[in-house]
């Protein structure tokens, strides 16, 4: 049976430093969540003090309700998959796998049945007698998540699993884990830097900065509504815009300047008029036109993609934005061309100047959710 997890307000120091600062959150049963950040935000940190291997200064962590800070690593009864794998050279794949098992001291009739259904959940059934150095990092990164699965933990804790694989396999392991974890049910913490991977895999995701939590969401809820510019610009590609509120006749406006504003439904009631805001514009919320009021700019380059071209143009302050279009049969705007932007304003995001948090109404279809 899956099992939740409940950390509140935990806190780890290093001498006078500390890494993670007052952290809440909590992961349900059965779920993929993920914590992604950049290096040095904490991350790893936190899965390591959920296993065991870091102490916790503050606060308490609990797995279906038990409050496990002072349980040692061995009696916590969670798995974990290493960015090396930590896999052992010198033992088969079936030995690898069966290495926890014997631990447990189990019937040798159930390590054997517990293998071969393992070795089959994760399709390496067909190398169970094969060394380690005969096997694809994607295939020995199968190893590690069989042998972790495979005793049956209340917890899998997975620290960067595919950093050390090409992108290819990347994007190939990612679908099995997914994959594999939904199948065996099991609550899950990954850890990652990488964005894509992030999005692709999880349940829902914690944005980490400095050892505090930025946004708890869903991969849709987070790319779409961020909570702040630091999350907007983390998570894809963001252009940041200065621009202003205005407000009249009970309607609001984001105003670009140069005579181009585009009418908002959807930010909250608390922005004043004549409020300078930061809009986040993801590159194919641009719309390349002929309006001489719209937003100006000067293509200096172009990368053609195949079904879209990014173009990096040049704004009036001397800012760069990139601008993403599908690709167009009669060919690439030149460089030097003077181009004239608008943007989708049901897609993009306001926040504000000083604070930098969203200004996105909460709720609704369009509108901005922030679990922390």
Request: charged residues 25%; contains cysteine.
């Amino acid at each position: 049976m899956s099992v939740s997890i409940h950390i509140e307000n935990v806190v780890k120091r290093y001498g006078d430093k500390t890494i993670v600062n007052g952290l809440s959150l909590d992961i349900k049963p059965g779920e993929l969540f993920t914590l992604l950040g950049p290096s040095g935000c904490g991350k790893t940190t936190l899965l390591r003090m959920i296993i065991g291997f870091n102490s916790i200064e503050e606060g308490v962590i609990k797995v279906d309700n038990q409050v496990i800070n002072n349980i040692p690593v061995s009696k916590r009864n969670m798995g974990m998959v290493f960015q090396n794998y930590a896999i052992f050279p010198h033992l088969s794949v079936k030995d690898n796998v069966a290495f926890g098992l014997k631990q447990q001291k189990l019937s040798k009739s159930e390590i054997e049945s517990r293998i071969e259904d393992i070795l089959r959940v994760v399709k390496i059934e067909d190398y169970k007698d094969r060394m380690p150095d005969k096997l694809s990092g994607g295939q020995q990164q199968r190893v590690a998540l069989a042998r972790a699965i495979v005793i049956h933990p209340q917890v899998l804790l997975m620290d960067e699993p595919l950093s050390n694989l090409d992108a290819k396999l990347r994007v190939e392991m990612r679908n099995a884990i997914k994959s594999i974890q939904q199948q065996v049910g099991i609550t899950t913490v990954y850890v990652t830097h990488d964005q894509e991977e992030a999005l692709a895999i999880s349940d829902r995701i914690a944005v980490m900065n400095g050892g505090i939590i930025q946004q708890i969401g869903t991969p849709k809820e987070i790319y779409e509504r961020p909570a702040n510019v630091f999350v907007s610009k983390f998570i894809g590609t963001s252009n940041i815009i200065e621009a202003t509120a205005e407000i009249a006749g009970g309607e609001t406006w984001i105003n670009f300047g140069n005579g181009y504003k585009e009418k908002m439904s959807n930010l909250a009631d608390t922005v004043g008029n004549g409020a300078k805001v930061l809009a986040s514009v993801r590159p194919q919320e641009f719309i390349v036109c002929s309006d001489q009021e719209a937003i100006r700019a000067v293509v200096k380059s172009s990368m053609f993609l195949g079904l879209h071209t990014h173009y990096f143009a040049e704004l009036a302050n001397g800012e760069t934005v990139e601008v993403v279009q599908d690709s167009d049969i009669a060919g690439i705007i030149p460089n030097g061309t003077e181009i004239h932007l608008r943007v989708k304003p049901n897609k993009i995001n306001v926040f504000d100047a000083d604070t930098q948090t969203s200004l996105i109404k909460a709720g609704g279809e369009n509108g901005y959710k922030h679990e922390a």
